[in-house]
C-alpha cells in the first residue's frame, strides 16, 4: 500500500454528535500531523457535507462505515465512498471473498485512490460474545483466518486490534496494513477499551495505522496531546 505525504501513522477519531465542537477541534489540527476518521454516528448525522469539509481543509480521511451487503451493493456503496475523495473505507471481512472482491473492483475504477480495509473481528467480541456467534473461542485463529481471506480477496489491509498485529505479521504480506484502534499513550484513561497498547508498543508490533480517539479529542489541548503522540513515535510533525 502506497504511502501519502503524511508522515504520522495517526488517525483521530471524530465521535461527535456536535458539529460545532467537531469543527473547532478539526481547527486545531493539521492535515501534516495527522489524518481523520468519520464514523457511523457523524456520517448519519451530519453525511457527506461533513466528509467533503474535512477534505477540503486537506485531510485524508478514513470513512469507517463497515460495509457489510452484497457484493453489489457493497461495491456501489465503496465507489460512492470514492467518488467522495476518501482516502480509506472499510468492509466486514465476514462479508466473504466475493463482496470484498467486488468492493476491490470497484475502488479500482475510481478515478480517485481510496484503500480497502477489513474489519476481521470487532474488539469489543470478548470470549462469550464471540462464542454465541461462531460456536468456539478461538478469537485470534478467526482473527487470522479472516484477514487472510480479506489479502487474497484484494483488500489493502484490515482493521484489527493491536494485541493481533504480531500474530498477522507472520502471515499477512508485509504491505499489507494494519489499522487498529485501543491506543491509549501512557499515562491517560482506558475509556471503555479494554486491551490497550501505547502508540510506540502498536508500533513496534508491527501496526501502520493508530485510530486515537479521546485521548486527543477530548483533551485539553488536542494539539498537544497529538504532537506528544507523533514524538513518542519519532516524529518532529
Ligand atoms: O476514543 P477511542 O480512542 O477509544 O476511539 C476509538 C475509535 O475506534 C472509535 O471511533 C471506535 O468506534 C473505533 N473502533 C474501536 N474498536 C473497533 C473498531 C472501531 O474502538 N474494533
Excluded at 504520522?8 to 469543527?23: G, N, Q, R, T
Excluded at 469539509?53 to 460512492?80: C, E, M, R, W, Y
Excluded at 480479506?150 to 494494519?178: H, I, N, P, W
Excluded at 484513561?189 to 480517539?213: F, H, N
Amino acid at each position: 500500500m502506497s504511502q501519502s505525504i503524511v508522515k504520522s501513522p495517526v488517525i483521530v477519531a471524530l465521535d461527535f454528535d456536535d458539529i460545532d465542537a467537531a469543527k473547532n477541534l478539526v481547527s486545531q489540527l493539521s492535515p501534516n500531523q495527522c489524518r481523520l476518521k468519520v464514523g457511523k454516528e457523524m456520517f448519519t448525522l451530519f453525511g457527506p457535507d461533513w466528509v467533503r469539509f474535512l477534505i477540503d481543509q486537506g485531510f485524508d480521511v478514513f470513512l469507517d462505515l463497515k460495509f457489510h451487503d452484497i457484493p453489489n451493493t457493497v461495491a456501489k456503496a465503496v465507489s460512492a465512498a470514492s467518488k467522495l475523495g476518501v482516502w480509506m473505507v472499510n468492509v466486514h471481512a465476514s462479508g466473504g471473498p466475493v463482496m470484498i472482491a467486488a468492493a476491490k473492483e470497484a475502488l479500482q475504477s475510481s478515478s480517485h485512490q481510496t484503500f480497502l480495509t477489513a474489519v476481521t473481528v470487532l474488539t469489543s467480541m470478548d470470549e462469550t460474545q464471540f462464542k454465541a456467534v461462531y460456536q468456539n473461542s478461538d478469537i485470534a485463529g478467526k482473527v487470522r483466518d479472516l484477514a487472510l481471506l480479506a489479502q487474497e480477496a484484494g483488500a489493502d489491509g484490515v482493521v484489527c486490534s493491536a494485541q493481533e498485529a504480531t500474530m498477522l505479521r507472520e502471515y499477512v504480506r508485509k504491505d499489507f496494513c494494519l489499522v487498529t484502534p485501543g491506543i491509549r499513550p501512557s499515562g491517560s484513561a482506558s475509556d471503555d477499551q479494554k486491551r490497550i497498547m501505547t502508540p510506540s508498543e502498536a508500533i513496534k508490533a508491527g501496526v501502520d495505522y493508530l485510530v486515537i480517539g479521546r485521548p486527543i479529542t477530548q483533551s485539553l489541548s488536542p494539539q498537544q496531546s497529538l504532537l506528544d503522540i507523533n514524538e513518542s513515535l519519532g516524529l518532529a510533525v
